[in-house]
T-cell receptor, first 115, second 113 residues
Framework: EAGVAQSPRYKIIEKRQSVAFWCNPISGHATLYWYQQILGQGPKLLIQFQNNGVVDDSQLPKDRFSAERLKGVDSTLKIQPAKLEDSAVYLC?????????????FGQGTRLTVV | AQSVTQLGSHVSVSEGALVLLRCNYSSSVPPYLFWYVQYPNQGLQLLLKYTTGATLVKGINGFEAEFKKSETSFHLTKPSAHMSDAAEYFCAVSDQGTDKLIFGTGTRLQVFP
């Protein structure tokens, strides 16, 4: 079974530029998450999709971050304009709700450096 | 809101020694609980999970955790540490209703020869 795919693996941009990350979840997984992991911290949930609908985006800085999941499969996360404090690893995860449990599978992440 | 607290951002043990990583959760209803491991430059990998049933959960790589409702804890243990266990470990809690997955701040485990 193929895992969660993310691209690119690394990205370096200047502040005020824009950037986009792509995620392809595991086939059949209805739930998709985007997390931001700043160095030395735990992953922080940015947005959670159920199919192509947003379940939770309370932690997403909507003035600069946007995300979409067209057709309930692939997802993109965009930052425009980027700030220095956006430097982090952006993790995508997906899950398939089974009776009694939900297990999230993670991609390898995209490491963003804003200079 | 649900949350998890991991006590100790760094834990160091000798190879062969007991590993104990602490996690306490805050939830008004029994949650789902998880331990994930993250190796350098990698995503997170599930070690084990507690949903319902047996409170002692066994995971991969010899790790296990015990759900203690009275203490609101879900500590991770391994009887004998191996050099390859050196990594970052995250405790996480999930809301049964929304599947929202919330992580702790992590504990970095160092294993010395």
């Amino acid at each position: 079974e193929a895992g969660v795919a993310q691209s690119p693996r690394y990205k370096i941009i200047e502040k005020r530029q824009s950037v986009a990350f792509w995620c392809n979840p595991i086939s059949g997984h209805a739930t998709l998450y985007w997390y931001q992991q700043i160095l030395g911290q735990g992953p922080k949930l940015l947005i959670q999709f159920q199919n192509n609908g947003v379940v939770d985006d309370s932690q997403l800085p909507k003035d600069r971050f946007s995300a979409e999941r067209l057709k309930g499969v692939d997802s993109t996360l965009k930052i425009q304009p980027a700030k220095l404090e956006d430097s982090a690893v952006y993790l995508c995860a997906s899950s398939f709700r089974q009776a009694g449990s939900t297990e999230a599978f993670f991609g390898q992440g995209t490491r963003l450096t804003v200079v | 809101a649900q949350s998890v607290t991991q006590l100790g951002s760094h834990v160091s043990v000798s190879e062969g020694a007991l590993v104990l990583l602490r996690c306490n959760y805050s939830s008004s209803v029994p949650p789902y609980l998880f331990w994930y491991v993250q190796y350098p430059n990698q995503g997170l990998q599930l070690l084990l999970k507690y949903t319902t049933g047996a409170t002692l959960v066994k995971g991969i790589n010899g790790f296990e955790a015990e759900f203690k409702k009275s203490e609101t804890s879900f500590h991770l243990t391994k009887p004998s540490a191996h050099m390859s266990d050196a990594a970052e470990y995250f405790c996480a809690v999930s809301d049964q209703g929304t599947d929202k997955l919330i992580f702790g701040t992590g504990t970095r485990l160092q294993v010395f020869p």
